[in-house]
Nanobody, 116 residues
């Protein structure tokens, strides 16, 4: 059972960078992992995912700007976000991929706000 806790969010100006981190108790070895986001009034969407073998996949809206990585030994998943845009503003979550359905399986998320 992966129990994620996200950190690293904040307020950043357009064009800036942030690095999000996810500490997952229960371990991540053997699991696909993903970063997701939910903006106000919108459904949660996948931003990036990484397979157990480190293959990555990104939403079209973040390709070339975001990079997902994992450290199985530390049970952490990171998301490096560069060239941030106002439309990247959302609460960001990490979790397994495919994502779980139960609300109790999600962490608190971390707020990212991109604004001048």
């Amino acid at each position: 059972q992966v129990q994620p806790v996200e950190s690293g969010g904040g307020l950043v100006q357009p064009g800036g960078s942030l690095r999000l981190s996810c500490a997952a108790s229960g371990g991540i070895f053997g699991w696909g992992m993903g970063w997701y986001r939910q903006a106000p009034g919108r459904h949660r969407e996948m931003v990036a995912r990484i397979s157990p073998g480190d293959r990555t996949n990104y939403a079209d809206s973040v390709k070339g700007r975001f990079t997902i990585s994992r450290d199985n030994a530390k049970s952490t998943v990171s998301l490096q976000m560069n060239s941030l845009k106002p439309e990247d503003t959302a609460v960001y979550y990490c979790n397994k991929f495919p994502p779980p359905q139960a609300a109790s399986d999600w962490g608190p998320g971390t707020q990212v706000t991109v604004s001048s």
